[in-house]
C-alpha cells in the first residue's frame, strides 16, 4: 500500500468515499498492534503522519514482539531499547528470544 492510496478517498459500493488516514486512532490502533514490533518501527511508522503518532503512543508499546528469524544482532538490541523507551514504563510484555545480553535486561529492568 502506498502512501497516496492512504490519502485518496476510496469508493464503497454505495458511493460514500473513505479515506484511509481518517479513521479514527483507536482503530489504526488495533489494526498497527497486529503487526510485531519490528514491523512497527522499520515500515508502519514511516507510512503517513497520522501513522506515526499512533506508533509513537505508549499503549502500542505494552506488549514488545521483538522474534526475528534474521541475524541483526546489534540493530535489534537497539530497536529493542527503542521500543522499550516507547512504553514509558507501561511495558508488560517482552519477548526477545535468540539476541538478549544482560546490559539489554538491565536496561529494561531499569525502565
Known sequence: MTSSSLTHPVMKEDGECINWAELP???TSSILGR???IDILENAQKVCTSWYRVCKDPSMWRKIDMRSSGDLGLILEMMCRHAVDRSQGGLLEIDICYFFTDSLLN???DR
Open 107 to 109: 536496561y529494561i529492568a
Open 35 to 37: 503487526l510485531d514490533s
Open 25 to 27: 486512532s483507536e482503530l
